[in-house]
């Protein structure tokens, strides 16, 4: 299997706090950027086992899994956000309308502007979505499933992918990253093209520091 280095979603270094996961059977990932309707039970099974064990929050490993966020979500109760992808509203309000937000996915054959309307995800700036699926080391990692993948070489792939985009849209107001598995590559794209950069970890940060607020010392 592919290993999961830090930074991914799978790597639980990742966290500076502790996190739960649970496999959904059958949901591979070719299943997962098909459309895979028939297992929306099976991920309620998951968070509804997860929130008996008591998390206080519940996200995923991919951002096609967006396809059940509706479904999960009104099945617990707790917050959910399924994908990096639910952060578009918020950051289309943080900028211009005419500034576009583009989306790093690993397949961008699959992710359409029709699969973002029917969950919901219209927002009013332009987006423009490049994939992953013919960058040869992640093709041959993620697609091919090789059983390796050279963390150096994906990077490079994908701020060049970043870096295109910028030249092609130099007001562009943002990047969103699809996959659980860019996040390690986030600084690097940001350094390279100098705009915010959302992943799944800004997602899953939020959510930690909404359900686990702190106090607050100081002088006053």
Known sequence: SLPFIPGDVDNASTYG?????????????????RGAPKLAAAAVAAAVEL????????????????????TVRAAVDIPVAMSSLLQLPLIASSLAPSRPIAIITADS????????????????????????QDQPEFKTAVFDEKGTIDADLVEAEVVSVARDIVRDHPALGAIVLECSMLPP????????????????????????????????????
């Open 185 to 220: 590559y986030s600084r690097a794209i940001q350094e390279a093209v100098g705009v915010p950069v959302f992943d799944f970890i800004t997602m899953i940060d939020h959510l930690y520091a909404a359900t686990h607020q702190q106090r607050y010392d100081g002088a006053y």
């Open 109 to 132: 054959t699959n992710l359409t502007l029709e699969f973002l309307a029917r969950a919901g995800v219209a927002p009013p700036n332009n987006l423009v979505i490049r994939g992953l």
């Open 17 to 33: 706090y502790p996190v739960l996961y649970r496999v959904v059977p059958g949901l591979s990932t070719a299943a997962c950027l």
């Open 51 to 70: 929130e008996k064990q008591g998390v206080r929050a519940i996200s995923s490993d991919c951002g096609f899994m967006l396809q059940f966020q509706d």
